[in-house]
């Protein structure tokens, strides 16, 4: 016979002891606003202006206008022109440029025998004269920045003379549901949900258990009538609420500041976020059960905290990472929700279409809360 | 009388130490029941041992006919436990954890109210109601603390060094306390280091090295302890100590400020006699026995004193 009563106790206790601890419940509040506006400005997957070099060796009025129109794209800012491929190479060691555009002497000649612009200016083409006009050296180290500037290579440029090298035409044509222009914060501000979440769960349940162990108290509780499932239960209400706090933060910031669609009913996204918010609880109780001191439970909250931020789809889609990493990926409650979540605030889908994360969410809750049931001993031994 | 506690032979080990070894124990109903020993003789870990809180290596114990630790959760109700470390939290007021407390006893509402306020009244707590358990002075916590462990009324009380941090005056109010709860039905087994705490119980058991080294009334303890007590009046104690401690016969001496209180054995028939007769710059006029107390029976049962 579990007692309300009980679970009651200990939830306002633990909401009492929360507005006392003014630190603590200003991050609740704190943390969802700053990471917010933090990520939601600084994370961009589309990269512009990165510093790159130029060697133009052809000295033309014509490498001139080609830098210009490089430029015009604003993907790279041309910030050091360098006199050899010698010393633009040492520039890109330095790390003062990422990529540095080599125009070749012979620029004139390769631009004329361009195909694109050798049919518009009636000259037959020659396959085997055909070069490329110039060449890119480009720190690939970071494979982001690589692929940016690899995008250059079928830009089309103009001459001066109002003659266009074209790439070739498309062969598939495509088209952007759900963001169609693009913006990286659309799919930044759902994931940021689950991320904070996940934080925050975390870290206020795992600490509460040990917290009472280390200050004593867990000693007189434990000689109470009081059971594991209600000290649990008890424990968890309060921060249900706050988590429920956060998502509101988050997701009205991302509607007002970034404007991210919310698409989905509200119902389907509380409802949702509510899984996750228990499950994350669940694993913070847990972590709870196994820590003896709040610095353990801090540091297993972190080993916790890392893959939920690389593996659970927030950085890098899934499905592009490799089948053990989707194992582990599977198994973090982040993963389902990030899922869940970007389905239903940005593609209007409904809880029934992502039945399979709901449910996995909810077992790992239910089965979550028995494993620190279990764990948790009205023993000292 | 009904025993509320019967302990067979119960020992605990952590890793290689012994912190208690082979501890039998009876308690009956109605008593105030003392451990006494130094710190680190097993008082804290007994205690509990006899609350379910650790299982025993070896032994059994019953507790209000409940066999420990298999059905410690029935015992929950029956049994207040204040831990020697203040438990109750430092950031909720006093009200706010007495409240809590019988909560958790499953004791609200109007019964809740009327209990609550009993015990704001026995416990001179009235006044202090909004202020948090944390910023408590050492006697008022142990009060709190008190209040707490008896909010439902429990037949049994388990006290562990409930007066470690406690003035005096303070020390002296908690035990009136404790006598007014035994008055009113209440069994008590509480542990301290205090000699006058020993004294007023009414029965004691003296601890050391996790053994029981004694046990029994403090009267009976003082009557069978097993050595004579003699005071020796005058100046140059130091260096008298000194010798008479060398002596296997002499259990210990210790001084009072102008006068050294000398055990010994009760193998020595005359120990007056034995004295002059050992240490000849001694007088008869300066020589008195004395009853003996309860720090000597402490004394000769433990320490040097256990070992002859």
Not at chain 1, 252 to 273: C, H, K, T, W
Not at chain 2, 190 to 196: A, E, F, G, K, P
Request: charged share 20%.
């Amino acid at each position: 016979m579990i007692s309300l009563s009980r679970i009651g106790a200990i939830t306002f206790k633990e909401l009492r002891q929360l507005r006392r601890d003014r630190l603590t419940f200003g991050m609740v509040v704190m943390i969802p606003l700053i990471q917010l506006l933090m990520f939601g400005y600084a994370i961009n997957t589309n990269v512009r202006h990165l510093p790159v070099g130029l060697v133009d060796m052809s000295h033309s009025a014509l490498a001139r206008i080609f830098v210009q129109s490089i430029s015009a794209t604003q993907v790279v800012d041309f910030e050091q022109h360098y006199l050899s491929v010698q010393e633009a190479e040492r520039g890109l060691t330095r790390g003062d440029v990422r990529a540095v555009l080599i125009l070749p002497h012979d620029l004139a000649k390769r631009t004329s025998r361009h195909r694109m612009i050798a049919s518009q200016l009636g000259i037959p083409a020659r396959d085997d004269q055909q070069r490329a006009l110039g060449q890119w050296i480009v720190d690939g180290s970071d494979t982001m920045v690589a692929s940016t500037i690899n995008r250059l290579r079928n830009m089309p440029l103009e001459d001066g003379r109002g003659i266009l090298t074209q790439p070739a035409m498309n062969t598939f044509e495509v088209t952007y549901y759900f963001n169609p222009e693009q913006r990286s914060v659309v799919n930044i501000v759902p994931g940021l949900v689950a991320i904070i979440l996940t934080m925050t769960m975390i870290m206020f349940t795992s600490a509460a258990i040990v917290r009472e162990k280390e200050r004593g108290n867990m000693e007189l509780l434990i000689t109470t009538p009081l059971r594991p499932i209600e000290l649990m239960v008890g424990k968890i209400i309060p921060y249900i609420v706050i988590g429920l706090i956060q998502l509101t933060i988050v997701l009205s910031l991302g509607y007002g500041v970034f404007n991210v669609p919310m698409r989905g009913d509200i119902e389907q996204i509380l409802l949702a976020s509510l899984l996750f918010i228990c499950a994350s609880l669940t694993l913070g109780l847990i972590i709870s059960t196994l820590a003896k001191s709040q610095l353990q439970s801090m540091q297993m909250t972190i080993f916790i905290l890392l893959p939920s931020i690389l593996l659970s789809g927030f950085m890098f889609p899934y499905e592009g990472m490799p089948e053990a990493a989707q194992w582990i990926a599977e198994v973090l409650p982040a993963t389902h929700f990030m899922r869940m979540i970007r389905a239903i605030v940005l593609r209007e889908a409904d809880i029934v279409d992502v039945s399979t994360d709901a449910l996995w969410l909810l077992g790992f809750t239910v089965v979550g809360l028995m494993i620190a049931s279990v764990r948790f001993k009205k023993r000292l031994d | 009388m009904e025993e509320l506690i019967v302990a067979e032979q119960i020992s605990r080990v952590f890793g290689s130490l012994r912190a208690v070894d082979k501890l039998d124990l009876r308690v009956r109903r109605g008593e105030i029941y003392g451990f006494i020993g130094p710190n680190g003789c097993g008082k804290s870990t007994s205690i509990r041992m006899l609350t379910g809180l650790l299982t025993p290596s070896e032994g059994s114990v019953r507790v209000l006919g409940l066999e420990l630790p298999r059905q410690a959760e029935a015992l929950r109700t029956r049994i207040g436990y204040m831990t020697q470390k203040f438990s109750l939290f430092d950031d909720l007021t006093v009200a706010e954890n007495l409240k809590f407390i019988a909560q958790i006893y499953g004791i609200s509402g109007k019964a809740a109210k009327q209990r609550l306020k009993e015990q704001f009244d026995t416990y001179g707590l009235n006044q202090l109601r909004q202020q948090m358990a944390g910023t408590l002075s050492g006697g008022l916590k142990q009060r709190l603390a008190l209040a707490a462990a008896t909010v439902h009324r429990p037949e049994l009380l388990f006290l562990d060094e409930p007066t470690s941090a406690v003035d005096p005056e303070n020390r002296r109010e908690f035990w009136e306390k404790l006598f007014d709860l035994s008055d009113q039905g209440a069994s008590i087994l509480v542990s301290t280091h205090y000699m006058d705490e020993a004294e007023r119980c009414h029965q004691l058991a003296i601890l050391e090295a996790g053994q029981k080294r004694a046990s029994g009334s403090p009267a009976a303890l003082m009557a069978e302890m097993g050595a004579n007590v003699v005071e020796v009046a005058g100046t140059e104690l130091r260096q008298l100590k000194q010798q008479v401690i060398a002596s296997p016969e002499v259990l210990s001496a210790a001084q009072h400020g102008t006068r050294l209180r000398v055990l010994i054995t009760d193998r020595i028939d005359d120990p007056i006699g034995w004295l002059l007769q050992q240490y000849p710059q001694l007088e008869p006029q300066q020589l008195h026995p004395v009853r003996p107390s309860l720090e000597d029976v402490f004394v000769s049962s433990t320490g040097a004193g256990a070992r002859q």
